[in-house]
């Protein structure tokens, strides 16, 4: 959500069935009929999801700080899209925030809600802060940011991870987004994840000591599968 590429025009709310649709249309438009997918965050979500959707087409899986997207019950899905269509709106209004410098800016998203260090930051900045003199700011995908007008049951979510035949990889900071991971792992228990947990937080893989080594070996604290 915050790169060069332009952002989605559709006017809604990003949800995993648009998210799966949007890459499947592009790996048709490359020809890729087989692949391996590797996602972060909400990529690696989506990645799960996609995998469980068409497990003929994907043959590896590697996620790196997410895998479980967030589940909701079916009484809460009134709730969710009364949420989804009263922030909707907030969103669209919402200004850009505009620092006087472009190391103010990386400053900002170093102290953001995911502790970054000044290298990890300025990493970011490099291709999401934009701006000349003194106004610079970063770029983001106002859709990306709304929260989603439908989520998946624990029930769905568990039936897309039962359908994967795909190995599993999850790499994971030991001070990223799960502080515990037991409860969210508890969906996967039928499926074998090699988990990998390593020194560092969520934008573990913007760390040049982690990229030098290509299956983040580098800085390893802890290795396990479940």
Request: hydrophobic share 40%.
């Amino acid at each position: 959500g915050r790169g060069t590429a332009g952002g989605r025009r559709f006017g809604g709310t990003c949800c995993f069935g648009r998210d799966v649709d949007d890459w499947f249309a592009m790996f048709d438009g490359v020809e890729f009929e087989t692949f391996v997918l590797m996602g972060d965050l909400r990529g690696a979500m989506i990645a799960t999801v996609a995998a469980g959707t068409f497990p003929h087409r994907v043959n590896n899986l590697n996620l790196i700080e997410g895998m479980i997207p967030p589940v909701l019950a079916a009484n809460e899905a009134p709730a969710q899209l009364a949420k989804s269509i009263t922030e909707k709106k907030i969103y669209k209004a919402r200004r850009r925030t505009v620092y006087p410098s472009f190391n103010a800016a990386v400053e900002a998203r170093q102290n953001g809600l995911f502790k970054l260090s000044p290298g990890e930051a300025r990493a970011l900045a490099e291709w999401g802060v934009e701006g000349e003199d003194e106004r610079f700011s970063w770029r983001y995908d106002t859709e990306v940011m709304m929260p989603s007008s439908l989520r998946l049951s624990k029930e769905q979510v568990v039936s897309f991870i039962n359908n994967i035949t795909a190995s599993i990889r999850l790499v994971l900071g030991d001070r990223g987004i799960y502080p515990e991971i037991s409860e969210p792992m508890a969906l996967v228990k039928s499926r074998v994840v090699k988990m990998n947990i390593l020194e560092g937080c969520t934008n573990i893989h913007m760390e040049e000591q982690k990229l030098a080594s290509p299956d983040f070996s580098g800085g390893r604290k802890e290795a396990k599968t479940l």
